[in-house]
């Protein structure tokens, strides 16, 4: 299993030989085609600081659901 801080080659706008890490790489990606879910989520979180956890919990399946059909 790779390690999260492990960099990687990454078609993600950068310019030849730039690397990122895998965290990087995967939250850009997730910002490029799941805008909307992350929008949703991240609003459910800043509305609800002691219960985000439970409330937004079908936002972030949401956004897990995009991030991993990409």
Known sequence: MANQNQEVDCPCGLLKGERKSNMQAALEITAK??????????????????????????????????????
Not at 39 to 55: A, I, L, N
């Open 33 to 70: 085609y799941c805008h909307n879910e992350m929008e949703e989520y991240g609003k459910c979180v800043s509305s609800k600081p002691g219960t985000w956890h439970h409330d937004c919990h079908t936002l972030k399946v949401k956004v897990a659901q995009c991030t991993s059909s990409q």
